[in-house]
Structure formats: C-alpha cells, structure tokens
C-alpha cells in the first residue's frame, strides 16, 4: 500500500521517483513496455519502507504516464522461496514543464509541518513544478520525519508533475542524517546537482550546516567544510560546461537552501571567502536569473547590491519561506523569458501582489 502519491524530482538528466510504502514490498514502474526497478545490483529492494527508481527523463517527459508496480513480501525475504503477495498496480497521468510561461511554488522550512505548506501552495494555484528547498523535516532524529517530504509533495503535486528537493541545514541533524542521502534526489550521491525542467535550467546547491563545524551545538559529527570543499570543484566544474548555455532555456535558477551572499554575525559567519567565491564563478560564467533561498524564515525580494547582499550576489534573491504557529507563507513563481512575476502566498490563502523581477 502506497502512503503518499508518487514523488517525481528533477535530478541530472532523469526522475528519481520516491514512494513511502507501509509494508515490506518490492517496486517498479512501468512506462510502455519497459519496466524500472528499485534494485540494487540485480537484488530488488524491500528493507526500506521509502522506494527509489530512477528513469530518463525524456522517457517519461515523452510517455506523459507512468504505472507503480508494488508487491508486498509475506512475511520476511528468506533464502530460498519467498512468498509473494498479488502485485497491484497503480497508474499516474504526468504533465511534463513545457512552455515559454512555467508557475512554480517554492516551499521550505517547513519543519515537520505538512498541512499549511499545502494550503499555502493551494492559494497559489496550478503548477507546473513544485520546489521543495530544504528543512522540510525538523531534523533527522527519526526515519518518519522524512516522511512529511513526501506527504507535502504527494499532496501538491499529486504524483503528476515534477518537483526538485534541496537539503537545508536541518536536514544534517540527527541519527540518521547520514542516510537522508538515500530518501533524497542526488546526483553520484551528492545533494547538489544540475537540473532541468522543460525550459527551466537549475543549479541545486547546499551550503551544509550554518555554524563551523567544531561547534558544540553539532558534537563533533559534521564535516561540511571538507563537504563544501568538494561542492566548490562541481560549481567549478558546471561554470564551465555548456549545459547551461542551451538557447532554448528561458531562465536559469540557483535553488539553495540558505542565501550564503548576505552578512551573517556570530556564529553563523562560515566560509565568507568560500561563498564569495561560489558567487563570483557563479554571476561570470553561469550569468543566473533568480535564487531561490529559505532559511530565514521571513519573505523578501533582494536586488544585487541591496540589504543582504555582503559577498557578490549573483543575481536578485528571492527569500521564500516563512513559518509560524499553525502558519505558512511560501512563494509563487511565473517565469517568463524576460520577467518573472513573485507571488507570496500563505496558508490562509493570502496572496501578495505581484512583484515583477
Ligand atoms: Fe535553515
């Protein structure tokens, strides 16, 4: 039995589709003739109660549907013949993001609420592609805080269009923090990736926890420095690559999780030199249109130059996420090819006037 609709997120060149089951159960979905499991190593995955599968983009993009395959086992795998109970089958619809004109709602910090970021995104109406841009979970405490990921986009995008996941800072707390990696979308097992819906050309990027790594907050279990380290050689690496240069994208968006151009005081002011740099290759080569930020828990529109702007903005940043008691605001996107339109809405569905950048 599925939990929650399918999960379809935009990673690299394909969807990784997430499914929460509530029993053992082996999975995969089929898209015409072919089917793609969730395996590993020819061995089909029943352990975790989160299925992952994996298939090109432009396969479904072009089937526009997808059927998940889900068999329960009876009882635990043994050696030697298992029991397997009746597959069922369950079929979706998917709209891919085309058009020049794509509506997206960004959702973050979210912090183990599910309802009011979906009432939230409600009031801002039809999507093409649903952003969900870290600390979603309070933290990794327990294996079913993960679970409000799926509720949310299970709810919002009904398993029919895409959504891309970035980590925040809170997601790199707790027992099993260590393992979110395999209940997200990464690319060769890193958290930040290149993107791409439709005509919308993506940079995912994670900036790791927001304290140093020796504070006592963490007790001695981070290493996001040695993390960022390596995150620098793929910005590197992408500024320098054609894939963002295709003329057929109409915007390109960073989506990070935490806006690492502004000022921060103690102790949260980590790594100037490192995120003054992430931004200059970023503005010079990647030349982006928006980024996309949560994490501190307000709403804004910030222009290069303005408030928060300490290390080089690339571009203008959107701050879009602000929870409270019984409370969401998050925000709504209309990206055009020489505008886009930020709308705020909230879970009483409250909705800001446009605001055109
Ligand atoms: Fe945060």
């Not at 690492?260 to 790594?271: C, L, Q, R, V, W």
Request: with cysteine.
């Amino acid at each position: 039995m599925l939990l929650t609709n399918p999960c379809v997120f935009a990673a690299g060149n394909e969807y990784q589709i997430f499914v929460p089951v509530k029993n053992e159960s082996v999975m995969w979905i089929k898209i015409g003739d072919k089917c793609y499991y969730d395996e590993s190593n020819g061995v089909l995955r029943s352990l975790s109660r989160v299925h992952r599968i994996s298939v090109p983009m432009k396969v479904l993009d072009d089937a526009k549907k997808y059927t998940v395959c889900n068999q329960e086992i009876r009882g635990r795998r043994k050696a030697y013949f298992n029991k397997m109970k009746p597959v069922k089958e369950y079929e979706y619809t998917f709209t891919p993001v085309t058009g020049d004109e794509v509506r997206c709602y960004h959702i973050a910090d979210t912090h183990n609420r599910v309802d009011e970021p979906v009432k939230a995104a409600e009031a801002f109406g039809k999507i093409d592609f649903l952003i969900l841009n870290g600390d979603v979970p309070n933290d990794c405490g327990k294996k079913k805080y993960f679970n409000s990921i799926y509720e949310i986009v299970g709810k919002v995008t009904g398993g029919n269009i895409p959504a891309v996941f970035v980590r925040g800072n809170h997601d790199i707390r707790g027992k099993y923090a260590e393992i979110f990696g395999d209940y997200i979308p990464t690319v060769d097992g890193n958290t930040f990736f290149t993107f791409r819906v439709g005509n919308i050309w993506g940079l995912a990027l994670d900036c790791g926890e927001d304290k140093p790594d020796s504070h006592p907050e963490y007790g001695g279990t981070i290493c996001c420095h040695y993390f960022r380290e390596r995150e620098t050689q793929f910005i590197e690496r992408v500024a320098d690559c054609e894939c963002h240069k295709d003329d057929t994208i109409i915007k390109k968006i960073v989506v990070v999780h935490n806006p690492f151009t502004m000022k921060y005081n103690e102790p949260f002011n980590i790594e100037e030199e490192m995120f003054a740099h992430w931004a200059k290759v970023i503005k010079e080569k990647i030349r982006p249109d928006l980024m996309i930020c949560g994490h501190l828990h307000k709403t804004g529109v910030h222009p290069v130059g303005g408030k928060i702007d300490a290390h080089g903005q690339p571009c203008t940043v959107v701050v879009g996420s602000k929870p409270d008691k019984n409370y969401f605001k998050g925000v709504g996107y209309v990206f055009r090819k020489d505008s886009t339109d930020v709308i705020f809405t909230d879970s009483n569905g409250e909705i800001s006037e446009a605001e055109t950048v």
